[in-house]
Every structure is written in structure tokens, then in C-alpha cells.
Nanobody, 123 residues
Framework: QDQVTESGGGSVQAGGSLKISCTTSAYITKTCRIFWYREAPGKERELVSTTSTEGTTTYTDSVKGRFAVSRDTAKNTLFLQMNNLQTEDTGRYYC?????????????????WGRGTQVTVSS
């Protein structure tokens, strides 16, 4: 059973904005750090952001000042607001719970990472 679902991706021109979502379970919201990753063809998987259970977020240098994470804990949803998008931001964006949580949830029969949502930025 999936515990994480991403949505909201799409195609925009450089300089545009997108807001993608990660819907999780109550357990993940209360217990786990949540990561946004992105993968692009020919590139290594990149950690974009890390959000603590208290809602504090850190970002990789390339997105600082352009991306912002917010959350609606009542809906167990994490949002990634992406502004001033650049072509190098193109990729599939994944949401994932941290490793202690993934192992615990796996033992319960749950999957704690999503299938991703595609973001395409054109010049």
C-alpha cells in the first residue's frame, strides 16, 4: 500500500512556476523527515530538500531562494513551490520518507516513496 503520492507536475517555460504536492500518511507526517528528490536523464539523483517533522526545511544550493516547501499537516500534504524555474530543473520529482521510517513501514507492508511527478522546463 502506497504511503506517498506526488502530483502537480507539468511543463512550463523558463522563469515560470509550478507547485507540486506530496500526500503522505499521518504516521509519516508526524514521525518522518520527508525528502524531495529529482532525477533527470543522464544525471545522478539529486536531493532537493529535507523537511523535518517540525516543518523546518533545508535546500540544496541550486534551488535556494527559488524553491520553498510548505505543508498542510491536517491533510498530510507537503508542497514544493518552484519559482523562476530553469531548464536544469527538469526532471522527475520524488517524495520520500527517511530511512528509519521506510524500514518500519516496509515491515508493515507499506511503500513510503512515490512514483514521482514530471517537471519539464523549456527555454
Amino acid at each position: 500500500q502506497d504511503q506517498v503520492t506526488e502530483s502537480g507536475g507539468g511543463s512550463v517555460q523558463a522563469g515560470g512556476s509550478l507547485k507540486i504536492s506530496c500526500t503522505t500518511s499521518a504516521y509519516i507526517t508526524k514521525t518522518c523527515r520527508i525528502f524531495w528528490y529529482r532525477e533527470a536523464p543522464g544525471k545522478e539523483r539529486e536531493l532537493v530538500s529535507t523537511t523535518s517533522t517540525e516543518g523546518t526545511t533545508t535546500y540544496t544550493d541550486s534551488v535556494k531562494g527559488r524553491f520553498a516547501v510548505s505543508r498542510d499537516t491536517a491533510k498530510n500534504t507537503l508542497f514544493l513551490q518552484m519559482n523562476n524555474l530553469q531548464t536544469e530543473d527538469t526532471g522527475r520529482y520524488y517524495c520520500q520518507a527517511d530511512e528509519p521510517c521506510r524500514s518500519y513501514l516496509a515491515r508493515q507492508g507499506y511503500i513510503s516513496w512515490g512514483r514521482g511527478t514530471q517537471v519539464t522546463v523549456s527555454s
